[in-house]
Each structure stands twice: as structure tokens, then as C-alpha cells.
């Protein structure tokens, strides 16, 4: 009867992935708060212009791919459990922090003495100005503080997905709970601008904030190495561990244990690097933030250079940073288009049913993708890295309908671009369960929480260049009005007309250098 028992299987791993979901689902509806209020609620309160917004999302960006890059080391050297918690309570302190900006702009604007003053501004100014230049400073220091804690939320994922399943199923649960980003983005629509319509935009923050935090407590009893937990048996460990006796016995099993002190500091001049560039309020941001990381690298001789030795490292790289971005500019710019475009705003009934139906399609859609490389794995006998490519390449070409967003909005409205959208965030999904999964392939299982880092300070490197971009594009596109003309679209419509067209094409260039890089799976030995 004992041998019966042993034999079957338990499904600890699923309530990890479960976890994973939750994890990132919290982690989207954190980061879209302010992407569903600042038009509505936030930008006449501190009038600002796309051009300020694009700096907050651009910088948040750019701090989150610096402190990506980091993460995972933090998290290998934490451990997954201390490191994962640290992360979401970090970037649930960052996101309530927003709450307090209102009133900290009144302590920093001469002549502003209570929260209901700051609309009663005239637009444009000398004093919207100023009331302008402080909230975005600091919004700018709760974003930095809400990505510290954020990039640590996949370089833990994807490690605890790699501790928990085998190759085989590794893309499928990536999906899953990945899917919870487009799950927070789907729960973020139907309730955020629902909370700031009736309790105001901060207690948005507040409340949506207080949510990592339950994350948190769950957590801490929970998680356990799966070797060491009480709830996986013998089965479900030999099911965990059945690529060992196939992976070289030159990985290494552990790092050495690394002094945190230099990549403190390390994390100290990045985040220096990025309020430095945040005061210039120019292209030199992007410098100025490069520059302090790469320093911190260079001066303090942090032993993370050898990654890039890989060919491996550059594929993943290249591919996060061609495509993250196209995912952040939607998460982010959405809410904006239907209101500029259409005059729908995000709490509007219309507006609410808007995104949650593209991101709908987005979450249902996405499942799928990953459990597309376990056909070809399973079905067809390839290896995951070609089952994961082949795949890869036909999510590939799904964003070349967002070409059609634009012509289509204007003669169908804006559903056809709710579903357009939704068509190529569901492949942007696909493909990322499916990237990050090939770290897992490629690399040991003591390198993908640092390699998976490196990704996804490229992906937001990325989504820097195309928000920020965005934002200053949007803005001299409106001033311009009928003399900036692009495919047949004028002004405001012809600068989204632009971005769509590099969405469409990003994943395709992604793919091809992955291929060229990487043409046939080899795993890294790191020596």
C-alpha cells in the first residue's frame, strides 16, 4: 500500500507556478496604475504633457533595466525565497509611495497650500510649470523604487520555474505564469479607474499596492526547494529532476558565495545614474544612467562580463530588447490612444470594456503559445530549443497586423483596434514564455537567474527608447498638426501611425538575429 502511495505523483510545482502567477499579475497591476489615470485624474492635476509622461515611463524603464541586470545575481545570492520577498515588498512600497506625491508637490511649489490648489492652476503657466517639473521628480523616485523591487520578480520566476519542472513542460508553465501579466492587465482596467473615479487616483496606488504584500505573507510559507519540501514526494522529485543524467556534469551546482558590498554600490550608481539623467530631462538621460551602471561594472569589477562571452547571452539579449518594448508601449499607451483618438476615457464604461477585451484576448490567447513547443517537442521528436524556435517564428509574424490599427481604427472604430491590439499582445505573450524559456535550455540552472537579468535589461532599455521616444514624438506630432504627415495620417494619429509600424516588424529582426546567433541548440558549460 506505501509503494502505491509513493507512486503517485504530487502537483506541488502547479501550486508554485501558481504563485508565480499571482506574483506577476500584482506586479502588472502595480505598474499600470498610472498608466489608467494619469490622462484622467493625474495630468490636470500636475499638467503635464506626453512628453513628461514619456520621461516617467522612459525613465522607470531604463532604471528597471539597470537594476535588472543585477537582480538576478541578488536573487542567486538571496536564494529564491528571501530574494523573491524582498523584491515584492520592495515594489509594494514603491507603488503605495505614489499615493503621497500630491501633497509632497505642495511642499516644493511656493504658493501651492493644498492638493485642490494644484488644478486650479492655469495651464501653461510659469507656475503649472514648476508644479509640473516637481511631480515628475517625484514620481520619477517612487517608479525607481517600484522597478528596483520589479526586476526581481522574473529572474526569480524564471529560476523557480527552472527548480520546479523539467525542460519539457518549462515553456507551458512560463506561459502560465506569465499569463498573469495580461491577467493584471485585464483586472487592472475593471478596477483601477473605478477606484480613482470614487476614492481618488492615490487610494488606486494604496490599495493595489497593499496587494504584494499579502503576495508576501503567503510566500514566506509556501516556498521551499522542492528537494526540501514536505509537500513534493519522491515521484514528483524524480518527474522535477529527469534532465540531470542528460546535462553536462561540468555545470556548476552552486556559486561561491559573492560579497553583497560591491553590487550594493553597484546599485547605488546606477540608481544615481538614473536621477542624474532624470534632472537633464533630455537624450543624455539614457547616457547619463548607461554610463553610471556601466561604471559600476567597470570600477568595481563585478565577475558578470563572463556571461557575455556566450553567443547564447546575445541572442536572449537582442531578443528581449527588440520586442519588450513593443509589450511596455501598449501596457502604457493604450489607455491614452482611445482617449486622444476616440475621447473614450479609461473610466468611461466603454473605455473599461475597451481594454479589459483586449487584454481578454491577450490572456486566452497566450495560454496557448506555450504549450505549442511541447507539441513539436512531443509530437514532432525535437529538441525544445528548435520546438521553442519554431514556434517562436509564428508568434513572429502576428504583429504585423498592428500595421492595420490605424486604417482600421478609422473606418471601424476603436473595437478593431482593441482586438488588433489584443492579436499582438497575445503574440508578444507567447513569445516571451517562450524567450525566456530558452535560457532555461541553453544555460545552467546556477546562471538563469542572472542571465534572465540580462534579458530583461535589454528589454527595458528597449522600452526606454520606444516610450520615451513615444512621448517626445506624440507631442511635437500634436504641435505640428497638419504639416507632419505619415501613410495618410496627420498630426497625433500619423505619430501612433510610426510606433505601430515598428511593433509590427520588431519580432520578426528579434527572431532573426536569435537564429543567426544561436542557428541550433548547444547548452553553455560555465567555467
Not at 504633457?49 to 514619456?54: E, K, N, P, T
Not at 505614489?98 to 492652476?121: E, K, M, N, P, Q
Not at 511596455?328 to 491614452?336: I, R, Y
Not at 487584454?359 to 520546438?387: C, D, H, Q, R, W
Amino acid at each position: 500500500m506505501n509503494d502505491v502511495k509513493k507512486a503517485v505523483m504530487t502537483n506541488w510545482r502547479w501550486v508554485m507556478c501558481a504563485m508565480l502567477f499571482f506574483a506577476t499579475t500584482v506586479n502588472y497591476m502595480d505598474r499600470q496604475v498610472l498608466s489608467l489615470t494619469w490622462k484622467e485624474f493625474i495630468q490636470p492635476e500636475f499638467h503635464w504633457s506626453d512628453s513628461d509622461y514619456g520621461t516617467i515611463t522612459g525613465l522607470f524603464s531604463i532604471a528597471y533595466a539597470i537594476f535588472c541586470l543585477f537582480a538576478g545575481k541578488f536573487v542567486d545570492f538571496m536564494g529564491t525565497k528571501k530574494g523573491y520577498l524582498i523584491a515584492i515588498v520592495v515594489w509594494s512600497i514603491g507603488a503605495v509611495m505614489h499615493a503621497g506625491c500630491a501633497i509632497a508637490t505642495t511642499w516644493f511649489v511656493d504658493g501651492i497650500d493644498s492638493v485642490a490648489a494644484l488644478r486650479a492652476v492655469e495651464a501653461g503657466s510659469e507656475l503649472a510649470t514648476s508644479i509640473s517639473m516637481v511631480s515628475v521628480y517625484l514620481f520619477l523616485a517612487c517608479r525607481l523604487i517600484l522597478g528596483l523591487g520589479e526586476a526581481g520578480n522574473f529572474p526569480a520566476a524564471i529560476k523557480v520555474t527552472a527548480e520546479y519542472f523539467p525542460k519539457k513542460d518549462r515553456a507551458f508553465a512560463t506561459s502560465i505564469f506569465n499569463a498573469g501579466a495580461s491577467v493584471g492587465a485585464l483586472a487592472a482596467p475593471a478596477t483601477i479607474p473605478l477606484l480613482a473615479k470614487a476614492m481618488g487616483w492615490e487610494m488606486a496606488f494604496i490599495i493595489i499596492g497593499a496587494l504584494g504584500f499579502l503576495w508576501a505573507g503567503i510566500w514566506i510559507f509556501v516556498y521551499d526547494k522542492p528537494e526540501k519540501s514536505k509537500h513534493v514526494n519522491e515521484a514528483e522529485l524524480a518527474y522535477i529532476n529527469q534532465d540531470e543524467a542528460e546535462e553536462t556534469k561540468k555545470e556548476v551546482k552552486e556559486e561561491k558565495a559573492i560579497s553583497m558590498l560591491p553590487y550594493s554600490w553597484a546599485f547605488f550608481l546606477a540608481a544615481v545614474g538614473a536621477i542624474v539623467g532624470a534632472a537633464l530631462f533630455s537624450s543624455t538621460s539614457l547616457i547619463g544612467t548607461v554610463i553610471f551602471g556601466v561604471l559600476a561594472l567597470i570600477l568595481l569589477n563585478i565577475p558578470f562580463w563572463n556571461y557575455y562571452k556566450y553567443r547564447q547571452t546575445w541572442a536572449f539579449f537582442f531578443g528581449k530588447f527588440m520586442t519588450d518594448g513593443v509589450w511596455w508601449f501598449f501596457l502604457f499607451w493604450t489607455p491614452a490612444y482611445f482617449q486622444d483618438q476616440f475621447g473614450i476615457k479609461a473610466s468611461d464604461p466603454q473605455g473599461i470594456a475597451l481594454i479589459f477585451t483586449l487584454y481578454a484576448i491577450v490572456t486566452v490567447v497566450s495560454i496557448f503559445g506555450g504549450y505549442l513547443p511541447k507539441i513539436f517537442v512531443e509530437k514532432k521528436g525535437m529538441n525544445p530549443y528548435a520546438g521553442r524556435m519554431r514556434a517562436m517564428l509564428i508568434f513572429a509574424f502576428f504583429p504585423i497586423i498592428a500595421l492595420f490599427a490605424q486604417p482600421l481604427g478609422g473606418v471601424w472604430g476603436p473595437w478593431a483596434v482593441a482586438i488588433i491590439i489584443g492579436i499582438v499582445g497575445a503574440a508578444h505573450q507567447s513569445w516571451s514564455a517562450n524567450i525566456f524559456s530558452t535560457v532555461g535550455d541553453m544555460f545552467p540552472k546556477s546562471a538563469i537567474a542572472a542571465v534572465t537579468g540580462i534579458g530583461a535589461m535589454a528589454g527595458g532599455i528597449g522600452s526606454f527608447i520606444i516610450n520615451k521616444g513615444s512621448g517626445a514624438l506624440f507631442d511635437h506630432a500634436a504641435e505640428a498638426g497638419e504639416s507632419f504627415q505619415f501613410f495618410g495620417f496627420e498630426g497625433k494619429p500619423a505619430g501612433y501611425m510610426i510606433i505601430f509600424c515598428i511593433c509590427a516588424v520588431a519580432y520578426l529582426i528579434g527572431w532573426s538575429v536569435m537564429k543567426t546567433l544561436v542557428p541550433k541548440y548547444k547548452q553553455v558549460e560555465i567555467k
